[in-house]
């Protein structure tokens, strides 16, 4: 985005809401068939959790970085924590289908009132997951389209939706982890 530039690019946006619609309806599809392909013959890669974890920390670390910046007016750094946060995610999603195309799903051991707690933080980060989608790609389409008024709108709630989603990620890492066998 060119900060210099203050018009709204309305055919640029035009063709990226396209994309938009297009990846939020593909993304949540390709990884829900991804997880249930299991590539024969592969080491699984039971290494990856914890790195997806920590991937999930960075980004919510990231997010708010990014948060700060924008609120004391510093443009750039605020896109550039962006992209980076785009980046942790996208990389998170990589290395949780590879986990999960190598390596059998962890069964939660837990009982009682923490069992409740995990399946409750599970469940809402898989549905906020899969909303926070378009959002995000909606958020930064109206960042370099140079809709700011409509990007601080929805950024608003793209924020606290993503950033719930990178931290319940860890939440869940780290509620499931004395249950993986390597």
Do not use: C
Request: net charge positive.
């Amino acid at each position: 985005m060119n900060s210099q530039d203050t018009s709204v690019d309305t055919q640029k946006a035009a063709k990226y809401n396209k994309w938009v619609v297009v990846l939020s309806v593909i993304i949540p599809i390709a990884v829900a068939i991804l997880f249930g392909v299991k590539i024969p013959n592969v080491e699984p890669l039971t290494f990856l959790p914890p790195i997806y974890a920590t991937t999930n920390a960075f980004t919510a670390l990231v997010l708010v970085l990014a948060f700060n910046a924008i609120k004391n007016g510093n443009v750039k750094r605020h896109e550039l924590l962006m992209k980076v946060a785009i980046a942790l995610s996208v990389l998170f999603l990589v290395l949780y289908v590879a986990y999960h195309m190598t390596s059998d799903s962890t069964k939660f051991g837990g009982e009682g009132v923490i069992k409740y707690v995990y399946y409750f933080i599970l469940i809402t980060h898989i549905v906020m997951s899969i909303i926070v989608i378009p959002f995000v790609l909606i958020t930064y389409v109206r960042a370099i389209t140079n809709d700011i008024e409509r990007h601080r709108k929805i950024a608003r709630i793209t924020f606290p939706l993503w950033l719930y989603v990178a931290i319940t990620g860890v939440v869940v890492y780290i509620l499931i982890s004395p249950y993986y066998t390597f």
